[in-house]
């Protein structure tokens, strides 16, 4: 039976966002199931007993993967663990689970992302001149090739596509584990009401707010956002969350004259009040494995509208509870969804829709602990027969 899990990923900060704000909180989900995990981060902020720092003193900005699998390897010869659970591609683990995608789709999707043909291709040329990331694509196209090694956890159909399509992983060792996210977060209500006030100050009106959540603007496709709200028409405005450069955001939006349809509200600690502050979830992403923020949206009983490459897609029906675009490029498909929604007959529609399907049970990170619990069981049970 499965006690001890050990779960590795590079940096134990959930201030990071994404991986690590994800990680921690299966790792709480987990152990709420009777299970005693411990974190093992090569570097980090340190926590509680069960968050192992193993690479702290290593000078360097980033540790390598080789330098930190020494010392993971070091600290499991000492520690047993029932299973091992890895978002890094370490062919020693029991279980894959590459929590940003395929190294080799993130670097076409970031490649795609640059309007200027030139760049996009100059970026898509030099994409592995970098040594950390060619490392791991090396390691992660020598653990997911064949028909041995660990299983790896898929967090949406469009990672199992990317795994089949890049490196061609053998069904047999890909399991499906849509991502998750914790949901009924306490709201603050003062907060939302005052992020309201900011984005109606900004924009000098009270209109339908769609909110945009991101760090990396570029990759999760503001501009384009800009210039199909640039094209609607409508009453919509966009609240802009995040802590990427806004100088050429901002000059966008002046010079295509949507300069007062936009509030750029910088980075928060708890983007639920944003969300709260919204009528609807909007990221036109090149790339997403499973986007935290529109599975948060969606926990929250609101519509969004994101793309086909966002893994985040598995959880919700397109033209019921959101609107899926096929590109980021398409600015009239982006234009026709933010028309869409300013209506608010299918705002109310759409979040209906979210409470009959019962989308946040499906959501929830109590699912994901409880599918991985029964991945971990698997593999335990593999274990006994070779």
Request: charged residues 25%; positive net charge.
């Amino acid at each position: 039976m499965v006690k001890r899990v050990a779960i590795i990923i590079e940096r134990a900060d959930v201030a990071l966002g994404g991986a690590e704000r994800s990680i921690s909180e299966v790792t709480d989900a987990l152990s709420t199931l009777g299970l005693e995990v411990d974190l093992l981060a090569a570097r980090g902020v340190p926590g509680n007993a069960n968050v192992h720092l193993l690479c702290q003193d290593l000078p360097g900005k980033r540790v390598t993967l080789a330098a930190f699998g020494a010392a993971l390897q070091r600290h499991l010869a000492q520690t047993h663990y029932d299973i091992v659970h890895s978002v890094l591609p370490l062919d020693f683990t029991d279980l894959y689970q590459p929590r940003g995608g395929t190294y080799a789709e993130s670097a076409l999707r970031n490649a795609a992302s640059y309007a200027n043909p030139a760049v996009r291709l100059y970026k898509r040329l030099t994409a592995w001149t970098n040594c950390r990331r060619m490392e791991l694509l090396r390691a992660e196209r020598r653990l997911c090739q064949g028909s041995t090694g660990p299983l790896v956890a898929a967090l949406s159909h469009y990672v199992v596509d990317q795994l089949r399509t890049h490196y061609g992983t053998d069904p047999q060792r890909i399991v499906l584990t849509l991502n998750g996210v914790a949901t009924g977060r306490q709201v603050d209500p003062n907060e939302g009401k005052a992020l309201r006030s900011q984005i109606a100050d900004a924009t000098q009106k009270d209109p339908v707010v769609f909110l945009f959540a991101a760090h990396n603007f570029r990759l999760k496709g503001l501009d384009r956002l800009i210039r199909a709200l640039a094209v609607t028409e409508s009453p919509a405005c966009l609240a802009v969350v995040g802590a990427g450069k806004t100088d050429g955001p901002r000059q966008l939006a002046q010079r295509l004259g949507v300069g007062n349809r936009v509030a750029f509200l910088g980075p928060l600690k708890q983007v639920q009040n944003a969300v709260a502050a919204a009528d609807v979830g909007i990221l036109p992403t090149f790339y997403d494995p499973s986007s935290r923020f529109i599975l948060e949206v969606l926990a929250a009983g609101k519509p969004v509208v994101t793309t086909r490459f966002n893994g985040a897609v598995d959880h919700f029906k397109n033209g019921r509870h959101g609107i899926v675009v096929d590109s980021p490029d398409d600015i009239r498909a982006l234009a026709d969804a933010i028309r869409h929604f300013t209506v608010a007959a299918n705002i109310q529609r759409a979040a209906r829709a979210i409470a009959e399907d019962k989308l946040i049970e499906n959501i929830s990170i109590r699912r994901v602990a409880n599918e991985l619990f029964g991945v971990y069981e698997r593999i335990e049970e593999r274990k006994k027969h070779l």
